[in-house]
């Protein structure tokens, strides 16, 4: 844009917009999110049973969650039990190939654990794997 002065002369104005700060900014976000994405994915807060055979979760699978209050979850979502197979075969491609973790709370009611596992089955899912952690006492 250019306009005329008092004493009669041409100026131009620089109307260009620094990115670098933008930038700057935007790549410190990216880290904050690379760096707590994990964490966030974490789940909900379950206290698993301890025992002493315990195998690595060696790839990414569905997990249900029963928190101590009986709450159902599919991942993070909170699910009603009638529709956890909908749900489920919603996330799956072949349900029947697939397995799903189950972790519950060591306070929840077994009759509840078995009500759980009966919806899965119902739906098709035959490789349900309880979630537990290391036995952490005397053997």
């Known amino acids: 844009m250019a306009f005329t002065s008092r004493d ?16 700057d900014i935007v ?4 880290i904050i999110f690379m760096v707590t ?3 966030i994915q974490s789940g909900i807060d379950v206290n698993v049973p301890q025992t002493t055979v315990v195998r690595e979760l060696a790839e990414e699978k569905l997990v249900v969650v029963i928190t101590k209050d009986e709450k159902v979850y599919l991942q993070n979502d909170p699910v009603n039990v009638n529709e956890l197979g909908a749900k489920i075969h919603e996330k799956l491609l072949d349900p029947t190939r ?3 973790y ?4 060591t306070d929840v009611p077994f009759g509840r654990i078995a009500t759980i596992m009966d919806r899965l089955v119902a739906a098709g899912i035959n490789n349900i794997s309880i979630v537990t952690q290391p036995y952490k006492g005397k053997k």
């Open 8 to 23: 009669g002369k041409t100026q131009t104005t620089l109307a260009e917009i620094n990115m670098v700060p933008f930038i």
């Open 27 to 30: 790549l410190v976000l990216l």
């Open 37 to 39: 994405a994990p964490v």
């Open 98 to 100: 697939q397995s799903i």
């Open 102 to 105: 189950l972790r519950a709370d």
